[in-house]
């Protein structure tokens, strides 16, 4: 969802009265302000120690993702727009964060960089196709950009309900035995570092 609403930032942008160029300005600045405090609030909620918060934070973040776009397509006034860009991108930075932290924390050191390196390029895909569905149902479909938005929502929503489900029925970060196999992970990777009474040769 996260390449349409540049496209759509343009569009809130140009109607109404004022300087489209200051408008698109503070639309991307809301946008700079979310990605800073949505990390920072989820912090507050997630533990390393606990990877079924991150989990949980991450859908929670998808939920939020969803209100924001709910939001611009709902209130047409530019100052709720600007609240809404913040809402989204706040939802949008944490659950990167999070899902990130997640990725890292149960990929072998040896993949890691293959595992993320695909994450990142499919996050850009999807940001891409998003931005050219975006332009397709503006152009082709005749939707206002709110309505865009909506649509964008309905997505997350979607996507939403899956993550829900999986975690619902403990996979993942949610697995019940999972602080158990970190923790038979972390006492074997003890065993293997030398002590200092440990010849190395």
Same mark, same amino acid.
């Given at each position: 969802?996260?390449? #349409? @609403?540049?496209? %759509?930032?343009? +569009?809130?942008?140009?109607?109404? @009265? /004022?300087?489209?160029?200051?408008?698109?300005?503070? %639309?991307?600045?809301?946008? $700079?302000?979310?990605?800073?405090? /949505?990390?920072?609030?989820?912090?507050?909620?997630?533990?390393?120690?606990?990877?079924?918060?991150?989990?949980?934070? &991450? !859908?929670? =973040? !998808?939920?939020?993702?969803?209100? /924001?776009?709910?939001?611009?397509?709902?209130?047409?006034?530019?100052?709720? @727009?600007?609240?809404?860009?913040?809402?989204?991108?706040?939802?949008? =930075? #944490? #659950?990167?964060?999070?899902?990130?932290?997640?990725?890292?924390?149960?990929?072998?050191?040896?993949?890691?960089?293959?595992?993320?390196?695909?994450?990142?390029?499919?996050? *850009?895909?999807?940001?891409?196709? +998003?931005? %050219?569905?975006? /332009?397709? %149902?503006?152009?082709?479909?005749?939707? &206002?950009?709110?309505?865009? &938005?909506?649509?964008?929502?309905?997505?997350?929503?979607?996507?939403?309900?899956?993550?829900?489900?999986?975690? $619902?029925?403990?996979?993942?970060?949610?697995?019940?035995? *999972?602080?158990?196999?970190?923790?038979?992970?972390?006492?074997?990777?003890?065993? *293997?570092?030398? @002590?200092?009474?440990?010849?190395?040769?």
């Amino acid at each position: 969802m996260y390449g #349409a @609403t540049d496209v %759509l930032y343009v +569009s809130f942008a140009e109607r109404g @009265t /004022g300087d489209a160029s200051l408008k698109l300005g503070f %639309l991307f600045a809301m946008t $700079g302000v979310g990605c800073i405090a /949505g990390p920072l609030v989820s912090d507050r909620f997630t533990s390393m120690s606990d990877m079924k918060s991150l989990q949980l934070a &991450s !859908i929670w =973040s !998808i939920a939020i993702v969803s209100l /924001g776009c709910l939001g611009m397509g709902i209130f047409s006034p530019f100052l709720y @727009t600007c609240i809404f860009s913040l809402v989204r991108s706040a939802g949008s =930075s #944490a #659950a990167w964060t999070n899902s990130s932290v997640l990725l890292q924390s149960f990929s072998a050191p040896e993949k890691m960089g293959r595992v993320l390196a695909v994450d990142y390029a499919l996050a *850009l895909l999807t940001e891409a196709f +998003s931005a %050219l569905l975006c /332009g397709v %149902l503006q152009d082709h479909a005749d939707l &206002s950009a709110e309505q865009v &938005s909506l649509v964008m929502a309905g997505m997350g929503a979607v996507v939403l309900a899956i993550w829900s489900f999986y975690h $619902g029925m403990g996979y993942g970060a949610a697995r019940k035995d *999972l602080d158990e196999l970190l923790r038979q992970e972390r006492t074997s990777e003890e065993n *293997l570092k030398p @002590t200092e009474d440990t010849p190395l040769l």
